[in-house]
């Protein structure tokens, strides 16, 4: 693979880069950069981006990255990198402003998997703006999880792989926070439409 054919996938590299070097740095280290709601409120605002790249542990890192790569390849060239890095910032501004308005109970948080959320439900209006038909089944199957996890929990075995509980409401912002996203921002025309 050349340089050149690596370009359309150099966010998600960094993103995953970027996760990755944070959970080398252990659990303390991963603690600075956790969503910590009491610390969000006392001035450390840089947690309201930065809890979505921490992790629980490998097991968690490992379950988020995979599902970064399955998102990206169904989503890749929807949108430009300029406007995934306004969505992957929106994402984390409106999933962590949904934690801190909506569960005031939520001591704190760590995982890219709200914003994973949210990008695949960006990715797939993007789609449906560009005229996809089949995008509406798997838009059809995020809103059945999302309510799945409203009323029932995490999906089975999630709470084990990820190590730790799973906070399915960040799942529901971050999908609500992509089809906002998804439908304010101008998709790039894609070749391929079913």
């Not at 999933?95 to 308005?101: E, I, K, N, R």
């Not at 838009?139 to 409203?150: F, H, S, Y």
């Amino acid at each position: 693979m050349t340089l050149s054919q690596l370009s359309p996938h150099r966010l998600p590299l960094l993103l995953a880069l970027c996760v990755t070097l944070i959970t080398l740095g252990g659990s303390e280290f991963s603690a600075f950069f956790r969503y910590e709601r009491e610390a969000i409120l006392h001035g450390q605002v840089w947690r309201i981006f930065s809890g979505h790249l921490a992790h629980l542990g490998w097991s968690h890192l490992s379950m988020n990255v995979a599902g970064l790569a399955l998102i990206w390849a169904l989503t890749v060239g929807v949108y430009s990198n300029t406007q995934w890095l306004l969505i992957l910032a929106g994402l984390m501004l409106g999933t962590s402003f949904g934690l801190l308005v909506l569960n005031p109970e939520l001591v704190w948080y760590v995982g890219l998997s709200g914003v994973l959320h949210g990008m695949l439900t960006a990715g797939v209006i993007a789609d449906i703006r560009n005229g996809s038909r089949s995008a509406y089944l798997l838009l059809i199957a995020v809103a059945g999880k999302l309510i799945w996890e409203q009323f029932a929990g995490p999906l089975p075995g999630s709470q084990a792989t990820a190590g730790g509980t799973v906070i399915v409401d960040a799942h529901l912002y971050g999908g609500i926070c992509g089809i906002i996203l998804g439908a304010l921002l101008t998709p790039q025309k894609t070749v391929n439409v079913s």
